[in-house]
Protein backbone atom coordinates (compact mmCIF):
# COMPACT_ATOMS: atom_id res chain seq x y z
CA UNK A 1 0.00 0.00 0.00
CA UNK A 2 1.21 3.29 -0.10
CA UNK A 3 3.38 4.38 2.55
CA UNK A 4 2.42 7.62 4.35
CA UNK A 5 6.09 8.05 5.56
CA UNK A 6 8.37 7.95 2.37
CA UNK A 7 8.57 11.27 0.93
CA UNK A 8 10.50 10.89 -1.98
CA UNK A 9 8.52 10.93 -5.36
CA UNK A 10 9.99 8.16 -6.56
CA UNK A 11 10.09 5.62 -3.43
CA UNK A 12 6.72 5.89 -3.01
CA UNK A 13 6.00 5.58 -6.77
CA UNK A 14 8.07 2.09 -6.32
CA UNK A 15 5.63 1.02 -3.62
CA UNK A 16 2.70 2.23 -5.86
CA UNK A 17 3.71 0.14 -8.90
CA UNK A 18 4.42 -3.17 -6.65
CA UNK A 19 1.26 -3.10 -5.26
CA UNK A 20 0.04 -2.98 -8.15
CA UNK A 21 1.13 -5.96 -9.31
CA UNK A 22 -1.05 -8.19 -7.11
CA UNK A 23 -3.73 -5.59 -6.33
CA UNK A 24 -6.44 -4.25 -8.87
CA UNK A 25 -5.99 -0.29 -9.14
CA UNK A 26 -9.23 0.50 -7.44
CA UNK A 27 -8.39 -1.80 -4.57
CA UNK A 28 -4.89 -0.23 -4.66
CA UNK A 29 -5.62 2.90 -4.12
CA UNK A 30 -8.81 2.62 -2.10
CA UNK A 31 -6.77 3.10 1.00
CA UNK A 32 -9.17 6.26 2.26
CA UNK A 33 -11.69 5.43 4.41
CA UNK A 34 -14.20 6.78 1.70
CA UNK A 35 -14.10 4.09 -0.87
CA UNK A 36 -12.57 1.09 1.62
CA UNK A 37 -16.27 0.36 2.69
CA UNK A 38 -17.35 0.36 -0.60
CA UNK A 39 -14.82 -2.34 -1.74
CA UNK A 40 -17.32 -5.20 -2.36
CA UNK A 41 -19.56 -2.40 -3.40
CA UNK A 42 -17.33 -1.86 -6.29
CA UNK A 43 -16.98 -5.47 -6.77
CA UNK A 44 -20.33 -6.19 -6.96
CA UNK A 45 -21.23 -3.41 -9.32
CA UNK A 46 -18.52 -4.26 -11.93
CA UNK A 47 -20.02 -7.62 -12.13
CA UNK A 48 -23.20 -5.91 -12.20
CA UNK A 49 -22.16 -4.48 -14.88
CA UNK A 50 -20.50 -6.81 -17.00
CA UNK A 51 -23.66 -9.30 -17.04
CA UNK A 52 -25.60 -6.27 -18.00
CA UNK A 53 -23.21 -5.55 -20.73
CA UNK A 54 -23.05 -9.21 -21.83
CA UNK A 55 -26.81 -10.06 -21.25
CA UNK A 56 -29.24 -9.95 -24.44
CA UNK A 57 -31.81 -8.85 -21.76
CA UNK A 58 -32.27 -6.37 -19.17
CA UNK A 59 -31.62 -7.82 -15.59
CA UNK A 60 -32.65 -6.50 -12.56
CA UNK A 61 -31.47 -2.77 -11.37
CA UNK A 62 -28.74 -2.83 -8.72
CA UNK A 63 -29.89 0.16 -7.01
CA UNK A 64 -28.74 -0.26 -3.90
CA UNK A 65 -24.72 -0.57 -5.26
CA UNK A 66 -25.38 2.72 -7.65
CA UNK A 67 -27.05 4.77 -4.74
CA UNK A 68 -24.47 3.87 -2.26
CA UNK A 69 -21.56 4.64 -4.80
CA UNK A 70 -23.19 7.82 -5.92
CA UNK A 71 -22.93 8.98 -2.49
CA UNK A 72 -19.44 7.56 -1.86
CA UNK A 73 -18.36 9.54 -5.03
CA UNK A 74 -19.94 12.95 -3.36
CA UNK A 75 -18.44 11.68 -0.07
CA UNK A 76 -14.90 10.97 -1.55
CA UNK A 77 -14.73 14.34 -4.46
CA UNK A 78 -15.58 16.34 -1.23
CA UNK A 79 -12.48 14.61 0.60
CA UNK A 80 -10.08 15.85 -1.91
CA UNK A 81 -10.85 18.96 -2.29
CA UNK A 82 -10.38 19.58 1.12
CA UNK A 83 -7.10 18.01 1.91
CA UNK A 84 -4.61 20.23 1.81
CA UNK A 85 -1.83 19.38 -0.97
CA UNK A 86 1.54 20.52 0.40
CA UNK A 87 3.79 17.04 -0.31
CA UNK A 88 4.18 15.11 -3.57
CA UNK A 89 2.98 12.70 -1.75
CA UNK A 90 -0.29 14.32 -1.04
CA UNK A 91 -0.71 15.24 -4.74
CA UNK A 92 0.42 11.86 -6.04
CA UNK A 93 -2.36 10.61 -3.55
CA UNK A 94 -4.85 13.05 -4.97
CA UNK A 95 -4.62 11.72 -8.42
CA UNK A 96 -4.76 8.21 -7.39
CA UNK A 97 -7.92 9.34 -5.90
CA UNK A 98 -9.59 11.18 -8.61
CA UNK A 99 -8.37 8.34 -10.93
CA UNK A 100 -10.16 5.52 -9.32
CA UNK A 101 -13.66 8.32 -8.51
CA UNK A 102 -13.22 8.74 -13.09
CA UNK A 103 -13.09 4.81 -13.14
CA UNK A 104 -15.88 4.39 -11.14
CA UNK A 105 -18.22 6.64 -12.56
CA UNK A 106 -17.24 5.20 -16.31
CA UNK A 107 -18.83 2.34 -14.67
CA UNK A 108 -21.98 3.74 -13.44
CA UNK A 109 -22.65 5.36 -16.52
CA UNK A 110 -21.98 2.75 -18.54
CA UNK A 111 -24.07 0.73 -16.54
CA UNK A 112 -26.83 2.88 -17.30
CA UNK A 113 -26.43 3.18 -20.77
CA UNK A 114 -26.63 -0.36 -21.34
CA UNK A 115 -29.99 -0.18 -19.13
CA UNK A 116 -31.38 2.15 -21.28
CA UNK A 117 -30.12 0.98 -24.70
CA UNK A 118 -32.43 -2.40 -23.58
CA UNK A 119 -35.07 -0.31 -22.55
CA UNK A 120 -35.52 1.45 -25.51
CA UNK A 121 -34.98 -1.33 -27.70
CA UNK A 122 -37.56 -3.62 -26.29
CA UNK A 123 -40.01 -0.86 -24.74
CA UNK A 124 -43.39 -2.22 -25.16
CA UNK A 125 -42.23 -6.06 -23.95
CA UNK A 126 -41.09 -4.65 -21.27
CA UNK A 127 -43.70 -2.67 -19.99
CA UNK A 128 -46.20 -5.58 -20.47
CA UNK A 129 -44.23 -8.54 -19.97
CA UNK A 130 -42.65 -7.25 -16.76
CA UNK A 131 -44.56 -8.64 -13.54
CA UNK A 132 -41.36 -7.46 -10.98
CA UNK A 133 -41.35 -3.68 -11.14
CA UNK A 134 -37.62 -4.10 -9.30
CA UNK A 135 -36.64 -4.83 -13.05
CA UNK A 136 -36.56 -1.17 -13.26
CA UNK A 137 -35.81 1.53 -11.34
CA UNK A 138 -38.70 3.76 -10.53
CA UNK A 139 -36.94 6.59 -12.49
CA UNK A 140 -35.87 3.75 -15.42
CA UNK A 141 -40.03 2.71 -16.05
CA UNK A 142 -40.90 6.73 -15.88
CA UNK A 143 -38.63 6.99 -18.85
CA UNK A 144 -39.91 3.69 -20.28
CA UNK A 145 -43.18 4.64 -20.36
CA UNK A 146 -42.47 8.66 -21.59
CA UNK A 147 -40.25 6.95 -24.01
CA UNK A 148 -42.57 4.57 -25.45
CA UNK A 149 -45.42 7.29 -25.96
CA UNK A 150 -43.18 9.73 -27.65
CA UNK A 151 -42.18 7.27 -30.28
CA UNK A 152 -46.07 5.86 -30.29
CA UNK A 153 -47.20 9.41 -30.92
CA UNK A 154 -44.90 10.48 -33.41
CA UNK A 155 -45.24 7.44 -35.61
CA UNK A 156 -48.99 8.22 -35.29
CA UNK A 157 -48.53 11.81 -36.38
CA UNK A 158 -46.40 10.98 -39.13
CA UNK A 159 -48.39 8.60 -41.20
CA UNK A 160 -50.65 7.02 -39.37
CA UNK A 161 -53.28 9.04 -39.04
CA UNK A 162 -53.62 8.77 -42.82
CA UNK A 163 -54.57 5.35 -42.73
CA UNK A 164 -57.64 3.71 -41.91
CA UNK A 165 -59.15 2.48 -38.47
CA UNK A 166 -57.01 -0.42 -38.53
CA UNK A 167 -53.82 1.21 -37.69
CA UNK A 168 -51.14 1.11 -35.23
CA UNK A 169 -48.41 -1.35 -34.11
CA UNK A 170 -48.01 -4.50 -32.02
CA UNK A 171 -49.31 -6.94 -34.06
CA UNK A 172 -48.30 -10.23 -34.95
CA UNK A 173 -47.13 -10.57 -37.71
CA UNK A 174 -46.24 -13.43 -40.61
CA UNK A 175 -45.24 -16.13 -38.29
CA UNK A 176 -41.29 -14.87 -37.06
CA UNK A 177 -41.81 -11.31 -37.36
CA UNK A 178 -43.70 -9.59 -34.62
CA UNK A 179 -43.95 -5.91 -34.23
CA UNK A 180 -43.40 -5.58 -30.78
CA UNK A 181 -39.49 -6.28 -30.15
CA UNK A 182 -38.60 -8.60 -27.91
CA UNK A 183 -34.99 -9.82 -26.69
CA UNK A 184 -33.16 -12.52 -28.21
CA UNK A 185 -33.07 -15.06 -25.44
CA UNK A 186 -31.34 -17.34 -27.90
CA UNK A 187 -28.11 -15.06 -28.44
CA UNK A 188 -24.31 -16.71 -27.04
CA UNK A 189 -22.81 -15.66 -24.47
CA UNK A 190 -19.28 -16.64 -22.71
CA UNK A 191 -20.06 -17.57 -18.85
CA UNK A 192 -18.12 -18.25 -16.10
CA UNK A 193 -19.05 -20.97 -13.49
CA UNK A 194 -19.08 -19.37 -9.69
CA UNK A 195 -20.24 -22.06 -7.58
CA UNK A 196 -22.47 -24.07 -9.27
CA UNK A 197 -21.31 -27.97 -9.60
CA UNK A 198 -23.29 -30.91 -11.34
CA UNK A 199 -24.69 -31.46 -14.49
CA UNK A 200 -27.00 -28.40 -16.58
CA UNK A 201 -29.72 -29.37 -19.26
CA UNK A 202 -29.46 -27.54 -22.19
CA UNK A 203 -32.28 -27.21 -24.44
CA UNK A 204 -31.35 -29.52 -27.18
CA UNK A 205 -31.26 -32.34 -24.53
CA UNK A 206 -27.36 -32.61 -24.13
CA UNK A 207 -25.98 -32.33 -20.67
CA UNK A 208 -23.34 -30.82 -20.06
CA UNK A 209 -20.99 -30.81 -16.55
CA UNK A 210 -20.32 -27.42 -14.71
CA UNK A 211 -17.67 -27.43 -12.04
CA UNK A 212 -16.50 -24.06 -10.33
CA UNK A 213 -14.20 -21.46 -12.54
CA UNK A 214 -15.51 -23.34 -15.93
CA UNK A 215 -15.89 -20.90 -19.09
CA UNK A 216 -18.56 -21.86 -21.37
CA UNK A 217 -20.07 -20.32 -24.18
CA UNK A 218 -23.50 -21.29 -24.17
CA UNK A 219 -26.95 -19.48 -25.63
CA UNK A 220 -28.20 -17.47 -23.25
CA UNK A 221 -31.57 -18.94 -22.72
CA UNK A 222 -29.85 -22.16 -21.21
CA UNK A 223 -28.13 -20.45 -18.15
CA UNK A 224 -30.49 -17.75 -17.75
CA UNK A 225 -31.83 -19.29 -14.45
CA UNK A 226 -28.20 -19.93 -12.67
CA UNK A 227 -26.83 -15.81 -13.95
CA UNK A 228 -30.48 -15.24 -12.23
CA UNK A 229 -29.77 -17.09 -9.02
CA UNK A 230 -26.08 -16.03 -8.83
CA UNK A 231 -24.17 -18.97 -9.80
CA UNK A 232 -22.89 -18.02 -12.97
CA UNK A 233 -21.62 -14.98 -14.41
CA UNK A 234 -21.26 -13.47 -18.01
CA UNK A 235 -17.87 -12.44 -19.17
CA UNK B 1 -52.57 0.81 -61.36
CA UNK B 2 -50.71 2.29 -63.48
CA UNK B 3 -47.48 1.51 -60.81
CA UNK B 4 -46.92 -1.73 -59.69
CA UNK B 5 -48.03 -2.57 -56.30
CA UNK B 6 -45.72 -1.82 -52.96
CA UNK B 7 -43.24 0.28 -55.71
CA UNK B 8 -43.65 2.97 -53.50
CA UNK B 9 -42.96 1.68 -50.49
CA UNK B 10 -39.28 0.15 -52.10
CA UNK B 11 -38.12 3.08 -53.12
CA UNK B 12 -38.90 4.07 -49.59
CA UNK B 13 -36.87 1.13 -48.11
CA UNK B 14 -34.02 1.83 -50.69
CA UNK B 15 -33.44 5.46 -49.75
CA UNK B 16 -33.41 3.98 -46.07
CA UNK B 17 -30.98 1.60 -46.82
CA UNK B 18 -28.86 3.93 -48.76
CA UNK B 19 -28.95 7.18 -46.37
CA UNK B 20 -28.14 4.35 -43.04
CA UNK B 21 -24.68 5.53 -42.95
CA UNK B 22 -24.32 8.99 -43.57
CA UNK B 23 -26.09 11.85 -41.69
CA UNK B 24 -30.21 12.47 -41.92
CA UNK B 25 -31.44 12.95 -45.05
CA UNK B 26 -33.97 15.34 -45.65
CA UNK B 27 -37.40 13.46 -44.68
CA UNK B 28 -39.37 12.08 -47.79
CA UNK B 29 -42.63 13.62 -47.49
CA UNK B 30 -43.96 12.53 -51.06
CA UNK B 31 -42.40 9.05 -50.90
CA UNK B 32 -44.14 8.48 -47.13
CA UNK B 33 -47.59 10.25 -48.58
CA UNK B 34 -47.45 8.14 -51.57
CA UNK B 35 -47.56 4.89 -49.86
CA UNK B 36 -49.97 6.08 -47.09
CA UNK B 37 -52.32 6.43 -50.40
CA UNK B 38 -51.67 3.28 -51.50
CA UNK B 39 -52.47 1.45 -48.24
CA UNK B 40 -55.63 3.42 -48.42
CA UNK B 41 -56.69 2.64 -51.69
CA UNK B 42 -55.56 -1.21 -50.96
CA UNK B 43 -57.59 -1.26 -48.08
CA UNK B 44 -60.66 0.59 -49.76
CA UNK B 45 -60.54 -2.20 -52.54
CA UNK B 46 -60.01 -5.45 -50.05
CA UNK B 47 -62.98 -3.97 -48.13
CA UNK B 48 -65.02 -3.79 -51.26
CA UNK B 49 -64.15 -7.10 -52.12
CA UNK B 50 -65.14 -8.61 -48.89
CA UNK B 51 -68.55 -6.77 -48.98
CA UNK B 52 -68.80 -8.09 -52.71
CA UNK B 53 -68.32 -11.43 -51.25
CA UNK B 54 -70.41 -11.12 -48.69
CA UNK B 55 -73.19 -10.43 -50.65
CA UNK B 56 -72.77 -12.45 -53.27
CA UNK B 57 -74.90 -16.04 -54.07
CA UNK B 58 -71.89 -18.39 -53.61
CA UNK B 59 -72.55 -19.23 -49.93
CA UNK B 60 -69.70 -20.52 -49.04
CA UNK B 61 -66.48 -18.19 -49.85
CA UNK B 62 -65.16 -20.52 -52.57
CA UNK B 63 -64.18 -17.88 -55.76
CA UNK B 64 -60.27 -17.86 -55.53
CA UNK B 65 -59.49 -15.76 -57.66
CA UNK B 66 -61.29 -13.18 -55.00
CA UNK B 67 -59.60 -14.31 -51.95
CA UNK B 68 -56.47 -14.25 -53.56
CA UNK B 69 -56.86 -10.69 -54.71
CA UNK B 70 -57.44 -10.19 -50.67
CA UNK B 71 -54.85 -11.57 -49.52
CA UNK B 72 -52.51 -9.82 -51.76
CA UNK B 73 -54.23 -6.77 -51.02
CA UNK B 74 -54.21 -7.58 -47.25
CA UNK B 75 -49.97 -8.23 -47.45
CA UNK B 76 -49.20 -5.14 -49.48
CA UNK B 77 -50.89 -3.30 -46.63
CA UNK B 78 -48.74 -4.88 -44.10
CA UNK B 79 -45.82 -4.70 -45.94
CA UNK B 80 -45.92 -0.74 -46.86
CA UNK B 81 -46.84 -0.62 -43.03
CA UNK B 82 -43.60 -2.59 -42.13
CA UNK B 83 -41.76 -0.45 -44.46
CA UNK B 84 -42.87 2.98 -43.27
CA UNK B 85 -42.16 1.87 -39.45
CA UNK B 86 -38.41 0.79 -40.28
CA UNK B 87 -37.95 3.88 -42.06
CA UNK B 88 -39.48 6.37 -39.34
CA UNK B 89 -37.44 3.60 -37.09
CA UNK B 90 -34.03 4.63 -38.65
CA UNK B 91 -34.33 8.31 -38.77
CA UNK B 92 -35.53 8.34 -34.98
CA UNK B 93 -32.47 6.60 -34.19
CA UNK B 94 -29.96 9.58 -35.38
CA UNK B 95 -31.83 11.73 -33.71
CA UNK B 96 -31.55 9.80 -30.55
CA UNK B 97 -27.83 10.57 -30.88
CA UNK B 98 -28.46 13.70 -31.26
CA UNK B 99 -29.50 14.48 -27.85
CA UNK B 100 -27.04 12.29 -26.33
CA UNK B 101 -24.50 14.71 -27.37
CA UNK B 102 -22.53 11.57 -29.58
CA UNK B 103 -20.32 13.72 -31.83
CA UNK B 104 -23.03 14.45 -34.46
CA UNK B 105 -23.60 18.29 -32.56
CA UNK B 106 -21.56 20.32 -34.98
CA UNK B 107 -24.05 19.30 -37.58
CA UNK B 108 -27.10 19.49 -35.69
CA UNK B 109 -28.45 22.48 -37.24
CA UNK B 110 -28.01 21.29 -40.72
CA UNK B 111 -30.00 17.89 -39.54
CA UNK B 112 -32.59 20.14 -38.03
CA UNK B 113 -33.17 21.37 -41.65
CA UNK B 114 -34.48 18.17 -42.67
CA UNK B 115 -36.45 16.90 -40.31
CA UNK B 116 -40.52 16.81 -40.50
CA UNK B 117 -42.14 18.52 -38.28
CA UNK B 118 -43.29 15.75 -36.29
CA UNK B 119 -39.45 14.33 -35.94
CA UNK B 120 -38.70 18.46 -35.01
CA UNK B 121 -40.92 17.56 -32.04
CA UNK B 122 -40.23 14.26 -30.99
CA UNK B 123 -36.51 16.16 -30.74
CA UNK B 124 -37.57 18.37 -28.58
CA UNK B 125 -39.77 16.02 -26.63
CA UNK B 126 -36.58 13.53 -26.72
CA UNK B 127 -34.37 15.90 -25.42
CA UNK B 128 -36.66 17.06 -22.36
CA UNK B 129 -36.71 13.34 -21.77
CA UNK B 130 -33.02 12.94 -21.52
CA UNK B 131 -32.30 16.02 -19.91
CA UNK B 132 -34.76 14.69 -17.00
CA UNK B 133 -33.29 11.67 -17.01
CA UNK B 134 -29.81 13.23 -16.48
CA UNK B 135 -30.80 14.71 -14.16
CA UNK B 136 -30.82 13.01 -11.60
CA UNK B 137 -27.56 11.50 -11.92
CA UNK B 138 -25.63 14.95 -12.11
CA UNK B 139 -22.72 14.05 -10.79
CA UNK B 140 -21.57 11.63 -13.64
CA UNK B 141 -22.63 12.90 -17.10
CA UNK B 142 -24.33 10.15 -18.95
CA UNK B 143 -23.98 12.04 -22.37
CA UNK B 144 -21.51 10.93 -24.93
CA UNK B 145 -21.98 7.31 -26.38
CA UNK B 146 -23.08 5.09 -23.61
CA UNK B 147 -19.59 4.14 -22.82
CA UNK B 148 -20.18 1.39 -25.59
CA UNK B 149 -16.74 1.63 -27.54
CA UNK B 150 -14.63 3.10 -24.47
CA UNK B 151 -12.51 1.61 -21.88
CA UNK B 152 -12.25 2.63 -18.25
CA UNK B 153 -10.40 5.87 -18.43
CA UNK B 154 -6.86 5.22 -17.67
CA UNK B 155 -5.07 8.90 -17.10
CA UNK B 156 -6.64 11.51 -15.45
CA UNK B 157 -5.03 14.04 -17.99
CA UNK B 158 -4.59 13.84 -21.84
CA UNK B 159 -3.27 16.03 -24.26
CA UNK B 160 -5.20 17.43 -27.17
CA UNK B 161 -4.76 19.45 -30.15
CA UNK B 162 -7.48 22.27 -30.57
CA UNK B 163 -9.49 22.12 -34.02
CA UNK B 164 -11.12 25.01 -33.65
CA UNK B 165 -11.15 28.59 -31.51
CA UNK B 166 -13.22 27.97 -29.15
CA UNK B 167 -12.25 31.19 -26.59
CA UNK B 168 -11.46 30.47 -23.05
CA UNK B 169 -13.73 27.72 -21.47
CA UNK B 170 -13.93 27.81 -17.77
CA UNK B 171 -13.80 24.50 -16.13
CA UNK B 172 -14.44 23.13 -12.44
CA UNK B 173 -10.38 23.52 -11.89
CA UNK B 174 -9.70 25.74 -13.95
CA UNK B 175 -10.04 28.40 -17.03
CA UNK B 176 -8.26 26.74 -20.31
CA UNK B 177 -7.33 28.59 -23.42
CA UNK B 178 -8.38 27.46 -26.58
CA UNK B 179 -6.88 28.70 -29.68
CA UNK B 180 -6.54 27.12 -32.62
CA UNK B 181 -3.09 24.77 -33.36
CA UNK B 182 -2.39 24.69 -29.42
CA UNK B 183 -1.75 21.76 -27.90
CA UNK B 184 -2.80 21.50 -24.41
CA UNK B 185 -2.73 18.92 -21.10
CA UNK B 186 -6.15 18.74 -19.76
CA UNK B 187 -8.54 16.82 -17.56
CA UNK B 188 -10.37 14.04 -19.53
CA UNK B 189 -13.19 14.74 -17.62
CA UNK B 190 -13.58 18.14 -18.83
CA UNK B 191 -13.00 18.02 -22.42
CA UNK B 192 -14.83 14.95 -23.49
CA UNK B 193 -17.73 17.01 -24.42
CA UNK B 194 -15.63 19.11 -26.60
CA UNK B 195 -13.72 15.83 -28.32
CA UNK B 196 -17.02 15.11 -29.16
CA UNK B 197 -18.42 18.43 -30.72
CA UNK B 198 -14.85 18.50 -32.26
CA UNK B 199 -13.13 21.23 -31.00
CA UNK B 200 -10.61 19.37 -30.22
CA UNK B 201 -8.93 16.36 -30.81
CA UNK B 202 -7.08 13.48 -28.42
CA UNK B 203 -3.12 12.71 -29.14
CA UNK B 204 -2.37 9.20 -28.35
Redesign the interface.
Known amino acids: MLGDHSSSLSSSLNEFSSSLQDTQIFEGASIADGFLESDDTIKQLTNAWMNERNSPELLTYKGYLVNELVEALDFQANRILETPMTTHQDKLNSMLYQNEIERIKFIIKSYLRTRLHKIEKCTLDLLRNSDIEELMSDKELAYAKKYQQLVEQHNHDSFLHTLPQKQHKQDERSGDLNMVVTSNLEAPVFIKVLDYSGNVQLANDDMVLFEKDDIFILRYADIRSLLLSGHVRLL | MTTMMGESSYKLAKEAKRTSEMLISTYNDDL??N??RE??ML?ARAEASVREMRNSDTAPPNVPSQLTQIMLHHLTI?RN??I??AY?HQR?GKL?ELSWGVGRQSQERKIKESL?K??N??LE??GD?VN??KS??L????G?N???G?D??L??FIEVRVLRDAGKIITEYGELNLTKGNQEFVR??DVETLIKAGYLKHIA
Do not use: A, M, T
Request: hydrophobic share 35%; net charge negative; proline share 5%.
Open positions: VQVCIRHKKRLFHLKSEEDFSYLDYHFDIDLGGGVLPPDLRS
